[in-house]
């Protein structure tokens, strides 16, 4: 086979002229390919474009990142979700320049080695920056794969993901690096869709068994849908006089460190009655308080509300003010901190919180 017929060479020449316009595709920079690569995991492109220049221009090497506090990078991280990321990006960062003099390591095994570091991003970053032919297999280079090959497997499925390293291998040798792994990428993202995907105008069509047997949308499998349970979370909004009561979430586990208010969780998929939902409060404002005169129904009032889905659990929040004053005394200051609430936004939330803290703050 001639080599310019070669499907790695079809999709290379679709995909100079097809290609999205996008920040990280400006630069040869392994730190900000590094970081793009990051924000992408989970987060859509359109968000990531969003916060992608402002966070370059808050720490535009990769010594900017290892010198700030791991409060700066959250704050900036702030509305792209998945601290944990950020967390290792800064953990990472701060190991490049102890240990490697400040140069993002052009060694797959090395790269690897970082915190926060999996396959996926030690190939997307060794071979765009630095031309390496090391493969990188996202969702969308698994579904190409799945069905360039008519696989009948899931995404999951650790036969579907060695077909897709191997394919990319294979066609890694046959192209640049950089412009095989972004194209590939690309036709996942914007020809070769979940659903609907585009065969006519897609430069693989000739070869591809799914498309052959017009049944593109088949690979890979479906899986089976996440059960996702719901959790209804009542929160207190409680001002006084020096600011509004905030807590800092735990060391580990989900929004690790962030900001939120006080706020007691109801049992997974449970819908609290109203009772319940005072009873919950009542427990929450004792935790707060400690022991004293608890409020009545008649004292709480909703004043905000809203709904985050994460990948594996849906919050609905509501947030309660009380007609009741207390004094800070009793305020327990390992758990609890008064903020000026001028300053609230100063601190990193969650998203969910920061949506309720736009309403809180017009109250
Ligand atoms: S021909 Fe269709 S199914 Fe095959 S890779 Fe292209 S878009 Fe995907």
């Known amino acids: 086979m001639a080599s310019s017929a070669h499907p790695a060479h079809t999709l290379a020449v679709w995909y100079q002229k097809h290609q999205r316009r996008l920040p990280w595709r400006q630069t040869r920079d392994p730190y900000a390919i590094w970081v793009s690569e990051t924000m992408l ?18 720490f535009p090497t990769v010594q900017h990142l290892a010198a700030a506090s791991e409060t ?42 970082l915190p926060g570091v999996g396959p996926y991003t030690a ?26 090959l008519g696989l009948a497997e899931t ?19 046959e192209v640049r690096p950089s412009l095989l792994t972004q194209a590939l990428m690309e036709l996942g993202a914007t020809v070769c869709t979940p659903r609907q995907p585009r065969c006519s105008e897609c430069p693989l069509r000739p ?18 849908p996440r059960v996702r349970p719901h959790v209804w979370v009542g929160a207190l909004w409680i001002e006084t006089p020096l600011g509004v009561v905030v807590q800092r979430r735990p060391e580990r586990g989900l929004l690790a460190r962030l900001w939120q208010l006080p706020n ?48 594996h659990r849906t919050w609905t929040v509501e947030v309660y003010r009380c007609s009741r004053q207390e004094s800070l005394a009793c305020l327990d200051p390992d758990k ?23 309403q809180l703050l017009r109250l």
């Open 41 to 58: 995991q989970q987060t859509r492109v359109d968000t990531v474009r969003l916060y992608y220049p402002a966070f370059l221009q808050r």
């Open 72 to 113: 700066e990078v959250l704050k900036a991280w702030e509305g792209l979700g998945y601290y944990r990321r950020a967390r290792h990006l800064h953990a990472a960062a701060r190991q490049v320049v102890a240990c490697h003099h400040g140069c993002i390591p052009a060694d797959p095994v090395q790269f690897r080695a």
């Open 123 to 148: 190939g997307a970053v060794m071979s765009i920056a630095f031309d390496l032919p090391v493969p990188a297999v996202d969702g969308n280079v698994l579904r190409v794969t799945a069905r360039w």
């Open 155 to 173: 995404a999951a499925s650790p036969r579907l993901r060695r077909q897709a390293e191997a394919l990319a291998a294979a066609w890694l040798r």
């Open 207 to 224: 070869g591809c068994q799914a498309a052959a047997a017009g049944r593109a949308e088949a690979f890979p499998l479906p899986v089976a």
């Open 264 to 311: 007691i969780e109801g049992e997974p998929d449970e819908v609290p009655d109203a009772r319940r939902r005072f009873d919950l409060l009542q427990t929450l404002w004792q935790q707060v308080w400690g022991a004293g005169c608890v409020p009545q129904p008649a004292d709480w009032d909703c004043c905000a509300a809203d709904r985050h889905e994460f990948t």
């Open 336 to 358: 609890y901190e008064v903020y000026p609430r001028d300053c609230l936004t100063e601190l990193t939330w969650p998203r969910v919180y920061q949506r309720l803290l736009a």
